[in-house]
T-cell receptor
Framework: DGGITQSPKYLFRKEGQNVTLSCEQNLNHDAMYWYRQDPGQGLRLIYYSQIVNDFQKGDIAEGYSVSREKKESFPLTVTSAQKNPTAFYLC????????????FGNGTRLTVT | GQQLNQSPQSMFIQEGEDVSMNCTSSSIFNTWLWYKQDPGEGPVLLIA?????ELTSNGRLTAQFGITRKDSFLNISASIPSDVGIYFCAGGYNNNDMRFGAGTRLTVKP
């Protein structure tokens, strides 16, 4: 079955540590995205990538970093510079960046204490 | 960035009732998407709309792309218990600038 796999489902870290969230897709989609979801708010875009070896900042990129070395993979690193990292993180992909709907993974809940 | 205005925030309905929710934007969009999200899971695409005035159905779900291109609604007919969840809209010009509503939490009482 084709889909988007995010791992792990739950992640706990101490403040000051960097942590990397995994996102893999086997849909052969060109574009991939990272969103942050907080209670009572709409999803906010962190980073996106339209093609391998290219990525762009979204609305809330500060404190995050990404890489896109392979078409299938778009890992997100939450750095110690992110002031409020505890959130539900969603990875998405689409056939291309234009008129094609976003398909989401099942998310990673990150808790930083 | 601007987020969308989605209403209502929550709904409590009886099984069998119809449901309607909508999203509005101050900007014109060329895409409206509707998703359902269960707790702790990722959103699942329900309906995608790409033309002003477009009316699209997916089973008991119907969504429309407003003529002004600044709004969209989602209707659910004859609700059932498994319709419980959070529904949210997304609108934009391309996937790099999609804006999202905060969601409508639907509770269906048997």
């Amino acid at each position: 079955d084709g889909g988007i796999t995010q791992s792990p489902k739950y992640l706990f870290r101490k403040e000051g540590q960097n942590v990397t969230l995994s996102c893999e897709q086997n849909l052969n989609h060109d574009a991939m995205y990272w969103y942050r979801q907080d209670p009572g708010q709409g999803l906010r875009l962190i980073y996106y990538s339209q093609i391998v070896n290219d990525f762009q900042k979204g609305d809330i990129a500060e404190g995050y970093s990404v890489s896109r070395e392979k078409k299938e993979s778009f890992p997100l690193t939450v750095t110690s510079a992110q002031k409020n990292p505890t959130a539900f993180y969603l990875c998405a992909s689409s056939i291309r960046a234009g008129e094609s709907p976003l398909h989401f993974g099942n998310g990673t809940r990150l808790t930083v204490t | 960035g601007q987020q969308l205005n989605q209403s209502p925030q929550s709904m409590f309905i009886q099984e069998g009732e119809d449901v309607s929710m909508n999203c509005t934007s101050s900007s014109i969009f060329n895409t409206w998407l509707w998703y359902k999200q269960d707790p702790g899971e990722g959103p699942v695409l329900l309906i995608a709309l790409y033309k002003a005035g477009e009316l699209t159905s997916n089973g008991r779900l119907t969504a429309q792309f407003g003529i002004t291109r600044k709004d969209s609604f989602l209707n659910i007919s004859a609700s059932i218990p498994s319709d419980v969840g959070i529904y949210f809209c997304a609108g934009g010009y391309n996937n790099n600038d999609m804006r999202f509503g905060a969601g409508t939490r639907l509770t269906v009482k048997p």
